[in-house]
Every structure is written in structure tokens, then in C-alpha cells.
């Protein structure tokens, strides 16, 4: 008994190639080529190929002469949609029922249909595949049912193009609906009131062309800093040493001004709140809420940042004394206690630079995300600055002559998936110095901290950057 299957392959072309090299020894391959320089050896390269016939395959004399009837399957594979079109009528009016046909111009995938072929569009496929890597490359999509139906398994990141903390939502009457959520390896089964967390990947199933409507509903296209992190802002009032209430309220202001946050709350000591509520200031911000602290001042910062799901804490630089320097690091131990990033305030309004220091590292690489995301609320511009330190210095492989290309690599990359131009600052020597050396010439350093720990008269580098800035600094820590 012979259990061969019979194909007819109308063109020689690279498709037909490719797909030869996958088939085994039980089919029975007759390929149909116009083009005589294409024929090669086909017989001799695939031991599949049992025949190969020169000439055009939207001729019924040339088809009957591949013995058209006996074949099980019909593929045209030919660039004229108009020869795919003449050899899928005539196999199907000779009784062959699998048929598949490349189709080039959308605008008769009908004709295909109507003769029972299964069409395969090369240009929409690939049209749709180049666009979903241009909004992100992550993004994977799978067709399904001829290309009518599509699965996307779309990234919760920290690059907000799908911000964590929201509801996955499902929309069945624009056409897709959320199946499945991984997080941490585990398969989950959403439910309406499942949020988002940042690592999830989102399975979704929707009809052809659904991404845009997902994302849509996702806002992934909206900057959402500090909402990614919470609704309100914290802005910390409080009775220190060169703590400026102008100042603070006037930043506290700029930033309530320039993202979508719904409130702002300052929380005050006692001095502070006295000259709000003694002078003009409460005027001058009416959405402003005012609440006194209640015992110690950090500590009451970071309740109520969690309390009011706060998605920026904003303070003054801190005091500190020779002591405090060697034995912690203040502003940095007090971002990782909190909730939310942390703003240490110098009013250096409005930020229409902003400069992150960059080192490849994850928290590096959230503090990118987190400044193109606010400056493009702010219609600021962005420089990642690439410090290499002395080759003496260090001998490892992240220092050889490739180590700022790779560091450039990721960033632009990071810049593509927020299709958000950013400049560049390539710098070498002590990674501190370079940075405040240049720092006079922005409005914001976003700086991103993996630990608080440091050893005991050791440096902590982001410490150091946010007592010798000039400007404001954002940290951002998880």
C-alpha cells in the first residue's frame, strides 16, 4: 500500500524552497516553474521532489502534464496573484481540495475563498509583523484561522507601555478578550478584577489587526508617571535646615501641573505648617490637602505614602552631619523605605533637561523609562550618560573596549520601544565627579538604586550624586 502523499507546487521561487527542506521522504513533490534558471536540481537537492516541469502554471495543458488530478494538495506559490488565481480554478474544478495560495493583494483574498482555497497573505502578514515590532519588540503575535484571527502575548514592564496596577480589561464586542496571565511561571486565568503586575505577560486572543484596540484600552501609549506607582503626590514639609516652603510648594505645584495625578497632600511639621497657614501659601495651591505630622516625620512620610498610594514623595534635601555620611546613606536607605520614587527637591523648574546616568542595570534601565515617560509629559529632552571608568581601575570584561557600545545598544533600545529620541554623554573617569561635572547643565538627574546598603567608609554612588547635585533628583528604586 502506498501511503505517499501527492504535492503540487506551482512556482520555484523562495518559498517553495524553504518548504521543500522540511518535507520527508513520503511525499511525492511535482514542482511547476516558469522561470528555467530557477529549476536548478530540485530532483537532485530534495529527496521529496519526484518531478519537475518547466513552464506556466496557470496553463491547464501544463497542470494536466503534472497530472493534476492524482495530486492530494495544491500549493501556488507563484508572485502573480493572477497565475495563483488560474491554477486554484482549475485544481479545483479537477476535484483537488486542499488548496492554499500566496495572495499578494488583499483585495481579491475573495476570489480565493470563493474557490474553496486557503489564501495566505504574504504583505499583511508581513506588514503586520514589521508594525507590531515597531511598537514594541517584545510584543509576540501568532495568526490563527487563515490569518483572520491573532494571539498577542503582550510584557508588563516598567516602561509603562502597559503600566502595572491596572485591571486587565477585555473588550468581546471590539473583538478580543484577555485568556491567560503568566507571573512567575505560573499559568493564571483572569478574572474581571485581576490587576496588572509588573513581569505578567498578558495572552490575548482578538481578530486580525487587534492590537491597537488593545492598546487602546491598556493607555499604553499614555506616559503614566507617577500613576504607574500611585494617584496622589506626597509633598514633605518639613522643619529642617535649608528646607525652603517657597521652594518645595512651588515644585510641589509644577509637578501636580504636568502629570495626571488627582491629588496633592503636605504632610508639614509644626514651623512649616504655621507659615502656610499664617501666609498666603494655601492660596496659591487650592487643591492642596494639609496634614500635620504625627510623631516623627520619615516615618509618618512612609505611611502615608502607602496609605494614600502616593506615586511620588517629594522632599528637601536632608540634613546631614559627618557621622550620617559615613555610617548610611540617607536619601538613598529612605527611597528603598518607600513605596513610591522620591523626589529630592532643589527648584530647579521647570525640567526642561533631563539627564540619568546609566550603567545597564535593571533599576538603570527603569530610571531611563521613567524619564522618557515624565519627559514626554513635560516636552523635556533626555541625555543617558555613559560613564567608563579607568581601564586600571577594573579589569573585568564589562570594561574592555566593547563596554560602551553595549550600554549604548540597550539604551537606544529602550528608546525605541518609548519611540523617544535620546541624546547621548559619553564620559570617562570617576563615575561621581563626570556626573556633577555636567549636572550644572540640567534641570533633573533621574538616577535608578538596586541597595541602600553601603560598607563602612565606602561610597555609595547615589548617595554621593544626590548630596553634590545641584538639581533635583528623582530616585527610583523598585
Given at each position: 500500500?502506498?501511503?505517499?502523499?501527492?504535492?503540487?507546487?506551482?512556482?520555484?521561487?523562495?518559498?517553495?524552497?524553504?518548504?521543500?527542506?522540511?518535507?520527508?521522504?513520503?511525499?511525492?513533490?511535482?514542482?511547476?516553474?516558469?522561470?528555467?534558471?530557477?529549476?536548478?536540481?530540485?530532483?537532485?537537492?530534495?529527496?521529496?521532489?519526484?518531478?519537475?516541469?518547466?513552464?506556466?502554471?496557470?496553463?491547464?495543458?501544463?497542470?494536466?502534464?503534472?497530472?493534476?488530478?492524482?495530486?492530494?494538495?495544491?500549493?501556488?506559490?507563484?508572485?502573480?496573484?493572477?497565475?495563483?488565481?488560474?491554477?486554484?480554478?482549475?485544481?479545483?474544478?479537477?476535484?483537488?481540495?486542499?488548496?492554499?495560495?500566496?495572495?499578494?493583494?488583499?483585495?481579491?483574498?475573495?476570489?480565493?475563498?470563493?474557490?474553496?482555497?486557503?489564501?495566505?497573505?504574504?504583505?499583511?502578514?508581513?506588514?503586520?509583523?514589521?508594525?507590531?515590532?515597531?511598537?514594541?519588540p517584545r510584543i509576540n503575535v501568532t495568526s490563527f484561522h487563515r490569518g483572520e484571527g491573532e494571539v498577542l502575548e503582550l510584557e508588563v514592564g516598567t516602561d509603562f507601555r502597559i503600566p502595572s496596577g491596572s485591571v486587565l480589561p477585555s473588550d468581546e464586542d471590539a473583538g478580543w478578550k484577555s485568556v491567560?496571565?503568566?507571573?512567575?511561571?505560573?499559568?493564571?486565568?483572569?478574572?474581571?478584577d485581576t490587576r496588572l503586575q509588573e513581569g505578567d505577560r498578558i495572552v490575548i486572543v482578538g481578530k486580525a489587526g487587534v492590537f491597537q484596540s488593545v492598546c487602546t484600552a491598556l493607555a499604553c501609549d499614555s506616559p503614566q508617571f507617577p500613576r504607574t506607582y500611585g494617584s496622589s503626590i506626597t509633598l514633605?514639609?518639613?522643619?529642617?535646615?535649608?528646607?525652603?516652603?517657597?521652594?518645595?510648594?512651588?515644585?510641589?505645584?509644577?509637578?501636580?501641573?504636568?502629570?495626571?495625578?488627582?491629588?496633592?497632600?503636605?504632610?508639614?511639621?509644626?514651623?512649616?505648617?504655621?507659615?502656610?497657614?499664617?501666609?498666603?501659601?494655601?492660596?496659591?495651591?487650592?487643591?492642596?490637602?494639609?496634614?500635620?505630622?504625627?510623631?516623627?516625620?520619615?516615618?509618618?512620610?512612609?505611611?502615608?505614602?502607602?496609605?494614600?498610594?502616593?506615586?511620588?514623595?517629594?522632599?528637601?534635601?536632608?540634613?546631614?552631619?559627618?557621622?550620617?555620611?559615613?555610617?548610611?546613606?540617607?536619601?538613598?536607605?529612605?527611597?528603598?523605605?518607600?513605596?513610591?520614587?522620591?523626589?529630592?527637591?532643589?527648584?530647579?523648574?521647570?525640567?526642561?533637561?533631563?539627564?540619568?546616568?546609566?550603567?545597564?542595570?535593571?533599576?538603570?534601565?527603569?530610571?531611563?523609562?521613567?524619564?522618557?515617560?515624565?519627559?514626554?509629559?513635560?516636552?523635556?529632552?533626555?541625555?543617558?550618560?555613559?560613564?567608563?571608568?579607568?581601564?586600571?581601575?577594573?579589569?573585568?570584561?564589562?570594561?574592555?573596549?566593547?563596554?560602551?557600545?553595549?550600554?549604548?545598544?540597550?539604551?537606544?533600545?529602550?528608546?525605541?520601544?518609548?519611540?523617544?529620541?535620546?541624546?547621548?554623554?559619553?564620559?570617562?573617569?570617576n563615575p561621581v565627579s563626570e556626573i556633577i561635572r555636567i549636572c550644572d547643565d540640567f534641570d533633573l538627574m533621574v538616577i535608578g538604586s538596586t541597595s541602600s546598603e553601603k560598607d563602612l567608609f565606602e561610597p555609595h554612588i547615589g548617595e554621593l550624586l544626590v548630596q553634590k547635585s545641584p538639581t533635583s533628583?528623582?530616585?527610583?528604586?523598585?
Open positions: 500500500m502506498n501511503d505517499d502523499m501527492n504535492l503540487l507546487v506551482c512556482g520555484g521561487g523562495k518559498v517553495a524552497t524553504e518548504l521543500l527542506k522540511r518535507l520527508g521522504d513520503r511525499w511525492q513533490v511535482t514542482v511547476v516553474e516558469k522561470q528555467e534558471g530557477r529549476l536548478g536540481d530540485f530532483s537532485q537537492n530534495y529527496t521529496c521532489v519526484a518531478r519537475v516541469i518547466h513552464g506556466d502554471a496557470s496553463s491547464p495543458v501544463v497542470l494536466q502534464e503534472a497530472m493534476l488530478q492524482k495530486q492530494h494538495y495544491v500549493l501556488c506559490l507563484t508572485g502573480d496573484d493572477r497565475v495563483n488565481l488560474a491554477a486554484v480554478t482549475f485544481a479545483r474544478a479537477n476535484g483537488v481540495r486542499n488548496l492554499l495560495s500566496l495572495v499578494h493583494d488583499p483585495n481579491v483574498v475573495g476570489r480565493f475563498h470563493a474557490q474553496g482555497a486557503r489564501p495566505l497573505l504574504m504583505t499583511e502578514m508581513v506588514a503586520r509583523k514589521l508594525f507590531h515590532y515597531l511598537q514594541d491567560a496571565l503568566f507571573r512567575e511561571d505560573r499559568l493564571l486565568f483572569p478574572g474581571p514633605g514639609l518639613p522643619d529642617w535646615e535649608g528646607a525652603d516652603l517657597d521652594d518645595l510648594l512651588a515644585e510641589g505645584k509644577y509637578l501636580g501641573q504636568n502629570t495626571k495625578v488627582e491629588a496633592i497632600l503636605a504632610l508639614c511639621e509644626s514651623g512649616q505648617c504655621h507659615a502656610l497657614n499664617d501666609g498666603e501659601k494655601l492660596s496659591k495651591m487650592a487643591d492642596l490637602q494639609v496634614r500635620p505630622v504625627e510623631g516623627k516625620f520619615l516615618e509618618d512620610l512612609k505611611k502615608t505614602c502607602r496609605k494614600k498610594r502616593s506615586g511620588l514623595a517629594v522632599l528637601p534635601p536632608m540634613e546631614t552631619n559627618f557621622l550620617k555620611k559615613i555610617a548610611k546613606a540617607s536619601h538613598i536607605a529612605l527611597a528603598h523605605a518607600l513605596p513610591c520614587p522620591l523626589l529630592i527637591a532643589r527648584r530647579r523648574i521647570p525640567y526642561d533637561r533631563i539627564l540619568v546616568p546609566f550603567n545597564g542595570k535593571p533599576r538603570s534601565e527603569q530610571a531611563l523609562r521613567v524619564a522618557m515617560d515624565f519627559a514626554r509629559q513635560i516636552d523635556a529632552s533626555v541625555t543617558v550618560a555613559l560613564v567608563r571608568e579607568a581601564d586600571f581601575l577594573h579589569k573585568d570584561e564589562d570594561n574592555d573596549s566593547r563596554w560602551t557600545q553595549k550600554l549604548l545598544v540597550r539604551s537606544r533600545e529602550l528608546a525605541h520601544v518609548q519611540k523617544f529620541h535620546v541624546k547621548e554623554e559619553l564620559l570617562e573617569g533628583v528623582l530616585i527610583v528604586t523598585g
